[in-house]
Nanobody, 113 residues
Framework: QVQLVESGGGLVQAGGSLRLSCTGSGIIFGIFNMGWYRQAPGKERELVASITRNGGTNYADSVKGRFAISRDNAEKTLYLQMNGLKPEDTAVYYC???????WGQGTQVTVSS
């Protein structure tokens, strides 16, 4: 089955950390750029971070210095290390194989103040 499956979301206090994972199955992974996106209630989905197939990274200004994206092509897994979490980081986080229609189902991240 072709899919991306996220895990690692949850409830954390402000200032805490979470690590999200996204594992692909039945897909080609290593040659694609990958991204983490998030969508908060009442807001549009936005790019959080992206990583090229060669490891080049890009971050939204709101998460620079706090989040880190990485990938393990052999394991077909994408990661997002989130430190210094803020209540405004609360959202459903999705992984996406960029330039394709493939999205994960999302994982909820809730940051309490």
């Amino acid at each position: 089955q072709v899919q991306l499956v996220e895990s690692g979301g949850g409830l954390v206090q402000a200032g805490g950390s979470l690590r999200l994972s996204c594992t692909g199955s039945g897909i080609i992974f290593g040659i694609f750029n990958m991204g983490w996106y998030r969508q908060a209630p009442g807001k549009e989905r936005e790019l959080v971070a992206s990583i090229t197939r060669n490891g080049g990274t890009n971050y939204a200004d709101s998460v620079k210095g706090r989040f880190a994206i990485s990938r393990d092509n052999a394991e077909k897994t994408l990661y997002l290390q989130m430190n210094g979490l803020k209540p405004e980081d609360t959202a459903v986080y999705y992984c996406h194989r960029i330039a394709t229609s493939l999205w994960g189902q999302g994982t909820q991240v809730t940051v309490s103040s």
